[in-house]
C-alpha cells in the first residue's frame, strides 16, 4: 500500500515560490498594468557612460513636450544619483500619499516627477542598496505613484546596463523604446555601443542616438571648438544601424540653469533649443496638442 505524500501548499509548485508569493506577484502585475495603461508612451533615455548629460536630454525632452501641450512624467531611476529633482528645481519637496497611492511632484499642470530623492531626508546620504531593494522602489515607483493619464513617460536612467535600466526594461515591455545619449569621443562611445547591445537583448527599440556635447561656439569669436570631437555619435550609429537623431552643442547656460534649478525658464540659447527640438522631431509627436 503506498502512502501519499501530503501537499504542502506553501512550497509544492513548479515556480519555487510560495503561493503568497505567487498572490504578491500577480497582484503586483495588475497594479502595474493598471497605471501603466493609462501612459501612451513610455520612452527611457539611456547611455552606457556617465557624464554624457543623459539626465539634461530627458529634461528637455519632457521640457519640450510639456510645451507642446502634452500631459508628461519624468521618472528619475538613478537610485545613487539622482539629478532631475535639482534641474528642474525640485529639490526638498515632500511626497504626500492618499488612498489610492503617492502623488508625484507636480511641477507645471500636466508635468509629474517622481524620484528617490524625494523620498531622502538628506541630499547628501547615501543610497546604499543591492539589486532587490533597487528593483522594489522602481516597481514602487510603476504601481504605487499615481500618475493618472499621460501622453508621455520619460524615464531617466543612470549609466550602464546594470540594475535599474534593466528593471525598467522587465517592468515595461510594452516601452516605445531608448533614446542613447553619447558624446563624440571614443572612450564613450565604447561604452555606448554596449546600451545598444543591451536594447537589443531586452527587446526594447533604439529610437536613436544622440550626439551631446558636440562642439562649442566661442561667444567672442564665433569659431566653433570640438572640445570633445564631434561626429562620432553618427558614425557609430550607422554602424550598428540604429538612428542617428542630432548633434546637441555645448551651451554654459544649461550648466547654470541645472545648478540653480532654473532649467524650466528657457535660459537656453535659442540654437541650443532648436537643436533639441529636430533632435527629438522623428521620434515624438510634438505637431497637435494632447487630447
Given at each position: ?35 501603466t495603461s493609462q ?147 571614443q572612450i564613450a ?101 494632447a487630447d
Open positions: 500500500m503506498t502512502t501519499s505524500k501530503p501537499v504542502n501548499h506553501q512550497t509544492d509548485n513548479p515556480s519555487g515560490t510560495t503561493i503568497p508569493q505567487q498572490l504578491q506577484q500577480e497582484k503586483d502585475q495588475i497594479a502595474l498594468l493598471k497605471r501612459i501612451k508612451h513610455k520612452i527611457a533615455v539611456l547611455s552606457g557612460k556617465g557624464g554624457v548629460g543623459k539626465s539634461t536630454v530627458a529634461a528637455n525632452l519632457a521640457l519640450i513636450l510639456h510645451e507642446a501641450g502634452k500631459r508628461v512624467g519624468l521618472l528619475d531611476i538613478d537610485i545613487h544619483g539622482p539629478s532631475i529633482p535639482q534641474l528642474v528645481g525640485m529639490e526638498g519637496h515632500a511626497l504626500h500619499r492618499t488612498e489610492n497611492g503617492i502623488l508625484p511632484v507636480e511641477i507645471f499642470d500636466g508635468f509629474k516627477v517622481m524620484s528617490i530623492a524625494f523620498l531622502l531626508k538628506n541630499r547628501d546620504d547615501p543610497v546604499i542598496w543591492r539589486g532587490p531593494m533597487k528593483y522594489n522602489i522602481i516597481k514602487q515607483f510603476l504601481t504605487d505613484v499615481e500618475w493618472g493619464e499621460l501622453d508621455y513617460l520619460i524615464i531617466d536612467s543612470p549609466p550602464g546596463t546594470g540594475d535599474e535600466p534593466l528593471t525598467i526594461a522587465q517592468l515595461l515591455k510594452d516601452a516605445d523604446g531608448a533614446i542613447v545619449v553619447t558624446t563624440a569621443q562611445i565604447n561604452d555606448v555601443r554596449k546600451c545598444i547591445n543591451f536594447c537589443h537583448k531586452v527587446n526594447w527599440p533604439v529610437l536613436g542616438v544622440l550626439e551631446n556635447m558636440s562642439g562649442f561656439v566661442c561667444p567672442h569669436c564665433s569659431q566653433q571648438v570640438d572640445i570633445f570631437k564631434t561626429g562620432g555619435g553618427k558614425k557609430m550609429a550607422q554602424e550598428m544601424n540604429v538612428p542617428f537623431l542630432g548633434s546637441i552643442p555645448i551651451d554654459p547656460n544649461i550648466v547654470i540653469a541645472g545648478d540653480d534649478g532654473t532649467f524650466f525658464k528657457n535660459v537656453v540659447k535659442p540654437e541650443t533649443y532648436k537643436a533639441f527640438v529636430d533632435a527629438f522631431k522623428t521620434v515624438i509627436d510634438c505637431d497637435t496638442p
